[in-house]
Antibody
Framework: EVQLVESGGGLVQPGGSLRLSCAASGFTFSDYYMDWVRQAPGKGLEWVGRVRKETNSYSTVYAASVKGRFTISRDDSENSIYLQINSLKSEDTGIYYC?????????WGQGTLVTVSS | DIQMTQSPSTLSASVGDRVTITCRASQSISTWLAWYQQKPGKAPNVLIYKASTLESGVPSRFSGSGSGTEFTLTISSLQPDDSATYHCQQYNSYPLTFGGGTKVEIK
């Protein structure tokens, strides 16, 4: 059974940093690109970025709104991806999901809540 | 960036009704479109991908159609369990983008 489990969310002050994790199981993790998608409270879904697989040099691509502040990485030995978020702003508040890429997203984690507030 | 415009933003219908949700792309995305269902407090789940392919395990009352810039999600006979928000997503090009969502309520 495919499972994606996010962790690392919490309350952080503006300007702070956070590192989110997504642990995968139930499939050959190294075969897939993985994405982060977020959802502000009561709002729609927003793509954050992607980390490709080893054969694509683990390259990354980001939404313009987060480029330069967010860094996505992966560790295939740990079957995990990570989202390092720096210089947090109030508009970064929301639920952060990791998702497996199969063209579209065929599996999502349950999400982890990030709240940016003083 | 490709803008995805969903309509309506909310709809209320009765059990058994046929329901149609529309998603328009600001430029052609071929058939690189997915539809997701999201219930409160839960992650989205894929219903349809490549515009018209039903995900395994999804009830056959759900169907998708369209190509280019105009797409529809149809629920042929609305059921109580279909109360949710529906999102379209284009995965033709970066940045990947979603529609604003359609909240479906049962009368």
């Amino acid at each position: 059974e495919v499972q994606l489990v996010e962790s690392g969310g919490g309350l952080v002050q503006p300007g702070g940093s956070l590192r989110l994790s997504c642990a995968a199981s139930g499939f050959t993790f190294s075969d897939y690109y993985m994405d982060w998608v977020r959802q502000a409270p009561g709002k729609g879904l927003e793509w954050v970025g992607r980390v490709r697989k080893e054969t694509n040099s683990y390259s990354t691509v980001y939404a313009a709104s987060v480029k330069g502040r967010f860094t996505i990485s992966r560790d295939d030995s740990e079957n995990s991806i990570y989202l390092q978020i720096n210089s947090l702003k109030s508009e970064d508040t929301g639920i952060y999901y990791c998702a497996r890429v199969n063209g579209n997203y065929d599996y999502w984690g349950q999400g982890t809540l990030v709240t940016v507030s003083s | 960036d490709i803008q995805m415009t969903q309509s309506p933003s909310t709809l209320s219908a009765s059990v058994g009704d046929r329901v149609t949700i529309t998603c328009r792309a600001s430029q052609s995305i071929s058939t690189w479109l997915a539809w997701y269902q999201q219930k409160p407090g839960k992650a989205p789940n894929v219903l349809i991908y490549k515009a018209s392919t039903l995900e395994s395990g999804v009830p056959s009352r759900f169907s998708g159609s369209g190509s280019g810039t105009e797409f529809t999600l149809t629920i042929s006979s609305l059921q109580p369990d279909d109360s949710a928000t529906y999102h379209c997503q284009q995965y033709n090009s970066y940045p990947l983008t979603f529609g604003g969502g359609t909240k479906v309520e049962i009368k």
